[in-house]
Structures are given as C-alpha cells and as structure tokens.
C-alpha cells in the first residue's frame, strides 16, 4: 500500500510563487512516475506535470516555464514550484504515484487572487 500526503497549498496573489510538496510512505518501487495534477471547480482533473524515476519530466503547456517538478529520492518526495502564478492556476493540486497501480493524495487548494 502507498499512502502520499500534500502540503504547501495556500492562498496567493498573481505573480507570486508557491511549492508543493508530495510525500510518499509505503510500498514504493525504484521505477514509478509521480506527477501533479489539478482540478479547478466545474472542471475536469487535468494534467499538469510528471517526473519519473530517471528524473524525465514533461508538463502541460499551461504551465511550461513556470512550474518545476523534482524529486527528492531518499526521502520519497516530489516537489511542484509554481512560479508567476496565475489566477486560472485556481485549483485542488493532487499528486499522483504510478508505479504497479495508481495512488492520489488527498489534494491542496491552490488559490490565485488577481
């Protein structure tokens, strides 16, 4: 079993910055993929970026050069930093591990005031 718990959500004015946390306990692989995705009132969960194990990242073009995905191996830890960040970035962040099955948090809202 995997359990992933989220911090570093909060409120925010546009243009400032935030980071987000994901900490993984449990039965974790050496190979998985962990990415951060968002889910913004009325709409669907969307992607917003993924980094494996031999430290590839991709990220959705809405946030390209702004977020930046890494991870903290020894400590089961991947880290989103939002930078320049916009009012439509308004969502629940959740991350998600994929490895033999796919595990969510519990999300953090992430809100942008203009």
């Known amino acids: 079993q995997v359990q992933l718990v989220e911090s570093g959500g909060g409120l925010v004015q546009a243009g400032g910055s935030l980071t987000l946390s994901c900490a993984a306990s449990?039965?974790?692989?050496?190979?998985?993929?962990t990415g951060w995705y968002r889910q913004a009132p009325g709409k669907q969960r969307e992607f917003v970026a993924r980094?494996?194990?031999?430290?590839?990242?991709n990220y959705a073009d809405s946030v390209k050069g702004r977020f930046t995905i890494s991870r903290d191996n020894p400590k089961n830890t991947v880290y989103l930093q939002m930078n320049s960040l916009k009012p439509e970035d308004t969502a629940v962040y959740y991350c998600?591990?994929?490895?033999?099955?796919?595990?969510w948090g519990q999300g953090t809202q992430v809100t942008v005031s203009s």
């Open positions: 980094i494996i194990s031999g430290g590839y990242t």
């Open positions: 449990g039965d974790i692989f050496s190979m998985n993929a």
């Open positions: 998600n591990l994929h490895q033999n099955a796919d595990y």
